[in-house]
């Protein structure tokens, strides 16, 4: 099922009502910004690049699946829907200022949101009830993207907008004109960073070494399509829904062009390093923690937007109030010499 390219993404939670698929679609708002990775590096503190959480207060350096269960050691989560104990988390966005120093982007919700920073959250199921989608199950987890990728990778997985003014351009996530690199000139209304999850996983393992082998894209799934379509390959039958990160980065009090390199390379970097400002080291990490079978009953009443009536939701005011402290304390706020961790040894 394609996605009408004439529906902006932002109107995507009124799909249904216009006769579409419904997909959720809401804002969670900044956790804690800190360098540690309880997917890819378990236990260290600090990691080896700096990341932006929203989602369950449980987060922490090392999340063991078998033992850290989200919904029970969370008091909070700073998602609309309160029994949503997940934790999301992306890269960071710097930029890189022409004398060499580097401040980090601040961000801002969707279009239509509200809260502070963070991430806008979808999950998305098929167009028709024919399919059955079965949500993920305790100590689940996943990986999108390489933070060590210094070339183009596959398609369709991870992308950047260059935003305007207001709307979205009625494209496709991940459709032209998005693209793996960073955009190459200022936008007016920042930049928005795209992460999309696999839909059919093995039905057995919850993680795997590389976290991302126990889940697969489906097979014969059509470019820029929208939520679990195609056939899941039998090594990977059970199809789940799609999750996928929109992030805003506000790189607007950054467009004034004096303040880019003087050959006119866009100046943008993720805290990975990327030291060729590519863009390609983009990447979304996923822990399940919804409370009980409260997302699988969401998905069975085909909820879309941020209002669902299977669902416990709070006020914007309430997910602000849920933050983490840090645990790595570096500064990360200034104008820097080098990116947090500094992994392409700029010092
Ligand atoms: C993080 O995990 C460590 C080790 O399990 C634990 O001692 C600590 O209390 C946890 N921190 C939080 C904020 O839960
Ligand atoms: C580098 O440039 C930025 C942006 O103009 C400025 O705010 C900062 O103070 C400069 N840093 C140094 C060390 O000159």
Redesign the pocket.
């Known amino acids: 099922m394609q996605w009408s390219t004439l529906l902006p993404a932002f109107l995507a939670a009124t799909a249904s009502a216009q006769g579409g698929f419904p997909m959720m679609r809401f804002s969670c708002s900044q956790l804690v910004v800190d360098r540690i990775d309880p997917l890819v590096n378990p236990g260290q503190i600090p990691s080896p690049h700096l990341h932006q959480i929203v989602g369950g ?6 999340m063991d699946p078998l033992t850290h269960d989200l919904p029970s ?1 969370s008091t909070c989560t700073s998602c609309t829907f309160s029994e949503d104990f997940s934790n999301y988390w992306t890269a960071v966005l710097f930029f890189r200022a022409r004398n060499g120093t580097l401040k980090r982007v601040p961000q801002h919700q969707e279009e239509g949101l509200r809260g502070n920073g963070g991430i806008t959250v979808y999950y998305i199921p098929t167009n028709t009830k024919r399919t059955v989608i079965t949500a993920f199950k305790p100590g689940f987890r996943m990986l999108v993207g390489d933070a060590g990728l210094a070339t183009l990778g596959p398609s369709r997985k991870t992308c950047h907008r260059c935003m305007p003014n207001s709307g979205d351009n009625s494209n496709i996530n991940c459709g032209a004109p998005d693209a793996q690199t960073l955009p190459k000139t200022p936008c007016v209304g920042g930049i928005r960073s795209i992460v999309t999850f696999p839909t059919c996983w093995d039905g057995k393992n919850v993680d795997s070494p590389d976290h991302k082998s126990h889940v697969a894209y489906a097979v014969d799934s059509k470019a820029n399509d929208v939520g679990p379509t195609g056939t899941c390959p039998e090594s990977h039958p059970v199809v789940i829904p799609q999750v996928m990160y929109e992030v805003r980065w506000d790189t607007r009090p950054f467009n004034d062009k004096s303040l880019w390199p003087e050959d006119g390379s866009q100046p943008f970097v993720w805290s990975t390093g990327d030291q060729y400002s590519h863009g390609y080291s983009q990447h979304g990490d996923y822990v399940f923690g919804w409370k009980g079978d409260s997302l699988q009953k969401a998905i069975d009443a085909r909820c879309t937007g941020d209002v669902c009536s299977a669902l416990q939701t709070q006020t914007v005011a309430e997910a602000d109030k849920c933050t ?2 840090r ?1 790595v304390d570096e500064d990360y706020e200034g104008w820097l010499d080098a990116l947090p961790g500094d992994p392409i040894g700029a010092k």
């Open positions: 207060n449980s987060f922490n350096y090392s050691k983490v402290k645990q």
